[in-house]
Nanobody, 115 residues
Framework: QVQLVESGGGLVQPGGSLRLSCAAS????????MDWYRQAPGKQRELVAT???????NYANSVKDRFTISRDNAKNTVYLQMNSLKPGDTAVYYC?????????WGQGTQVTVSS
């Protein structure tokens, strides 16, 4: 019943920008903390950014000052604005939330940063 659906990934050149979206359903979105994770081939999944119900945010050091997480409660959507992209940002990006000790994940969207 809970669904998280990501969109907005694609191929971009180094230095470019993308905005990812995650549309949520089946949860009370306005009180939910939302996260973005990413996973590159051969690497562990890592937490990229978090936004709480009160819009407090946290970022991984590797993306701080380049990425911005935001939310639109009227649309039940969380966003990740990614600027100054680097090849090291290439990964599948996943939307995530934790509710009643259960982890909910989106299907992932591919981001490739390459010339």
């Amino acid at each position: 019943q809970v669904q998280l659906v990501e969109s907005g990934g694609g191929l971009v050149q180094p230095g470019g920008s993308l905005r990812l979206s995650c549309a949520a359903s089946g949860i009370i979105f306005s009180i939910s903390t939302m996260d973005w994770y990413r996973q590159a081939p051969g690497k562990q999944r890592e937490l990229v950014a978090t936004i709480t119900s009160t819009r407090d945010t946290n970022y991984a050091n590797s993306v701080k000052d380049r990425f911005t997480i935001s939310r639109d409660n009227a649309k039940n959507t969380v966003y990740l604005q990614m600027n100054s992209l680097k090849p090291g940002d290439t990964a599948v990006y996943y939307c995530h939330t934790l509710f009643n000790w259960y982890h909910y994940w989106g299907q992932g969207t591919q981001v490739t940063v390459s010339s």
